[in-house]
């Protein structure tokens, strides 16, 4: 039954890739600003295009791509597959609209920073930065001066906010002055004080800390995921995040909605530390710190020292020993004060893998869970977590001919899954069905599982469509390197561009510490060359198969190893 799914996978793939008349399906605008665009269709397969006297290949999957220079004023395109269809176009190319330089006391395009929603406590900075009649007066929040910055009409200035300040009672307005006439024009922004000069919020399940208030398609960038009941001093918000004190020197930045405030008179918490306690149970060596309260923490590594350090924010040290045994992880725990309000504790490890960890709370206790090396490194010996990209509504990147990433990252998983069950590992797919999942929901299924690695298969996408671009591995933790490359390296022994090993990549499932991690983009889908590699089933079956002997190949070289490094890989 297994064997005729996959088959069918394949199948409902390959139909995607049928011939089609010609079509520009990208690349069509009336009007372009650009001396160069790139077009895509699609077209009978194995033909040719000629655009522009040049000839672009149509692949076996019907798709094609082809790069157009314009003229200045009205370009007549005409694309003609080899077969004799044809499509024509007409696109202009044109000088890209100057603004027109402002004449009356107004203001545009105006930037308040950090944002024009938060709320602000004593000492906070807003800057302002606009646009407005060159050579005019211009004031806001009760008559602090924006001062010119060039001879365009760009203001900008700074506002310090004062203790018990009143610049926000009212709606926020620029006054702009010229000559006898003066305007005062409204800005869209709410900005106010803190309600409340004491404000502590209480982690939520799911929290985690930011560096600061940028973000991307990923999110902001994170310092690490926090255990719920953990209080902490909000001192400011902007926007859906709030700004919380971690120390007296130390701000970062939680969502809102993982906080939940708490009664005024309530303390951010310290503590002394109490006694240490370090133990070891199946799976696991842990060190647990007696705390009076739940404190927040941050946690790094040092893979070269083989360190986990976890920073106790609000603690001071009262502990004055600490007992050493002989744990099957554990080489040695300690502790230094780095500020009056901070402890890092030191976990040295006997391993130089760090094969996981978790930190958390029992009670008002902090726990670090370090977990074993597997007993053997072989890879029937292993637990290995597979996760297929997206999923149904959420489809992912899609190819020029309509082919979706999530179809192919769910076949890619299954050929995962067959050639690691060949090979007697234990199996987990976070993404069993067609349908999406959940990122919580994927990252449990792995931790209940107890998984030693996690692998996750996507396909990208971006850049041009005739510029190849290749395969990347990406991971969060260093700890997690090692793994991401030798997989790399083994793909870049295909047919392949090398995209890449990213690290400190923001994904969700490249934040796990419990199990190692590594996401694998295969190819670009929006170029057509790397398209057509990866909707060939041989060529997906070869890729997956590279992964494992990448990962075949990291546990054989782990110092101590009982895996055999793998075969060299023949082409079949």
């Not at 060190?287 to 020292?305: N, Q």
Request: charged content about 25%; glycine content about 8%.
């Amino acid at each position: 039954m297994k064997k005729l799914l996959f088959t069918i996978t394949c199948a409902v793939l390959a139909i995607q890739m049928s011939a089609q008349e010609l079509k520009v399906s990208r690349g069509l605008p009336d009007t372009t600003y650009s001396a160069t665009m790139n077009i895509m269709g699609v077209g009978p397969k194995n033909g040719t295009v000629t655009v522009q006297g040049v000839e672009y290949p149509i692949y076996y999957t019907g798709e094609w791509a082809a790069r157009i220079k314009f003229e200045k004023g009205v370009n007549k395109i005409t694309v003609k597959a080899s077969n004799g269809d044809k499509v024509e176009y007409t696109t202009v190319y044109a000088d890209r609209p100057v603004p027109e330089p402002i004449t009356t006391p107004i203001i545009k395009n105006v930037k308040i920073s950090p944002a024009s929603r938060m709320e602000v406590v004593e000492g906070d900075e807003i800057r302002i930065r606009l646009s407005s009649l060159p050579g005019a007066k211009l004031t806001w929040l009760g008559g602090e001066p924006l001062y010119e910055v060039d001879d365009k009409g760009t203001y900008q200035g700074v506002y310090v906010v004062k203790k018990d300040d009143k610049a926000f009672d009212a709606p926020i307005e620029v006054v702009i002055a010229t000559g006898d006439e003066t305007v005062a024009q409204p800005v869209k922004a709410d900005v106010k004080m803190m309600e409340s000069s004491y404000l502590v919020g209480k982690t939520t399940e799911g929290a985690y800390l930011n560096y600061g208030l940028g973000s991307d398609r990923l999110g902001g960038a994170k310092i690490n995921y926090l255990s719920e009941g953990i209080c902490m001093r909000i001192i400011g918000r902007v926007n859906d995040m709030y700004k919380v004190r971690l120390s007296k020197n130390i701000n970062a930045w939680i969502p809102v909605s993982y906080m939940e405030i708490q009664p005024n008179g309530t303390f951010a918490p310290t503590s002394l530390t109490g006694s240490w306690h370090i133990s070891s149970s199946k799976g696991y060596d842990r060190v647990m710190v007696g705390l009076d309260e739940k404190l927040p923490y941050t946690i790094t590594e040092d893979v070269a020292l083989s360190r986990i350090s976890v920073r106790l924010y609000g603690a001071a040290c009262n502990s004055n020993w600490i007992t050493h045994k002989d744990y099957k992880a554990i080489k040695n725990v300690s502790y230094i004060q780095e500020q009056d309000d901070v402890i890092r504790i030191d976990i040295d490890l006997k391993d130089p893998q760090i094969w996981g960890y978790s930190v958390s709370y029992e009670g008002k206790s902090l726990v670090v869970n370090v977990k074993h090396r597997p007993e053997s490194l072989k890879i029937s010996n292993l637990t290995i977590a597979l996760d297929a990209g997206h999923g149904k509504p959420y489809t992912g990147a899609r190819t020029i001919n309509g082919t979706n990433e999530d179809e192919l990252t769910y076949d890619m998983v299954q050929r995962l899954k067959k050639i690691l069950e060949d090979k007697g590992a234990k199996v987990v797919l976070t993404r069993e069905g067609k349908e999406n999942v959940d990122m919580s929901d994927r990252r449990d299924k792995a931790r209940e599982a107890a998984a030693d690695i996690l692998i996750s298969i996507h396909c990208n996408a971006g850049g041009t469509p005739l510029d190849l671009k290749g395969t990347s591995t990406y991971y969060r933790h260093l700890s997690h390197k090692a793994l991401s490359v030798a997989i790399l390296n083994s793909l870049l022994e295909m047919d392949v561009k090398n995209f890449g090993n990213i690290g400190n990549f923001n994904f969700s499932l490249n934040q796990p510490t419990e199990y190692l991690c590594v996401l694998v983009e295969t190819l670009f889908l929006n170029v057509v060359q790397e398209s057509a590699q990866i909707q060939d089933p041989a060529f997906r079956q070869e890729m997956m198969e590279r992964v494992i002997w990448g990962v075949e190949k990291f546990l054989s070289e782990v110092p101590g190893s009982d895996a055999p490094a793998p075969k060299p890989y023949k082409n079949k």
